[in-house]
């Protein structure tokens, strides 16, 4: 399969409409198949296996995308991990050749896939785990810390970059709490390391069972309910707890 062309892509499903995935648009969602990491509280664990077939073909995509022009605002590319494909590039191509705005969701594995794909995309949603002494812990993965970082630099870099043009980069940063993988003084110390980085809009998740494995793999039992009470909230522009 050629590497200019979205056909290559291995697509796990698609949501025809989704308010969620992208705050404030309408949208449809397509997940994409493989991730390297196995964060132990996944959503989507079935998402993971980069072998896994397809579940439908990039034309069945283009053709529904094609009778919603006019009516949905944008498309967002989810996973599993979505630069994990090389046929992402022209799939968010197509995307913005019909007149819908392209979001992201990525976990930062592949930094250097994630700056050339970003000029491309108008939302970003980032995954930032934990601090970085409990990274591999969650994702199952060394060097794991190090590349998302990274990709929140290059994030962060792009946003200032387009700020103030007619294609500004909007983003999030979303970390999920259990206590395994974070704790109240890790969630501060997390906080006051994004500020410090620039970060203005954070979305703390409280963790949730629907769709995780049982038991969850690498969790140290149960997620105990964590305070956010130590959490810099004043230091960002935007602050969400869900």
């Known amino acids: 399969m050629r590497s200019d062309s979205p056909e ?42 980069p072998r896994a077939a397809a579940a439908m073909s990039w034309g069945e995509v283009a053709a529904f995308l094609d009778t919603r022009v006019g009516l949905l605002d944008a498309v967002v590319f989810s ?35 994630l700056a050339r794909i970003l000029p491309l995309a108008d939302w970003v949603g980032l995954d930032i785990k934990a601090t970085a002494g409990n990274y591999a812990a969650v994702t199952g993965s060394t060097g794991a810390s190090e590349r998302a970082w990274r990709s929140l630099e290059l994030v962060l870099a792009q946003h200032a970059l387009r700020k103030g043009t007619d294609r500004p980069l909007d983003y999030e940063v979303r970390t999920t709490v259990h206590s395994t993988a974070i ?53 960002f522009a935007r602050f969400m707890v869900r």
């Open 183 to 235: 704790d109240e003084s890790g969630l501060a110390d997390l906080g006051c390391r994004l500020a410090d980085a620039g970060v203005q809009s954070w979305a703390v998740q409280r963790f949730r069972e629907t769709g995780t494995r049982t038991p969850l793999p690498r969790a140290a039992g149960p997620s105990r309910e964590a305070s956010l009470a130590g959490i810099p909230t004043a230091r």
């Open 79 to 113: 996973g599993g991990e979505p630069t994990m494909q090389a046929a992402l590039r022209p799939a968010m191509v197509a995307v913005r050749e019909r007149g819908f705005a392209v979001g992201l969701h990525t976990g930062g594995a592949y930094p250097r896939q």
């Open 8 to 49: 290559g892509l291995r697509i796990a499903g698609l949501t025809r409409l989704s308010t969620v995935d992208w705050p404030d648009k309408l949208a449809a969602t397509v997940f994409l198949q493989g991730c390297p990491w196995d964060c132990f509280y996944c959503h989507n664990p079935a998402l993971i296996p």
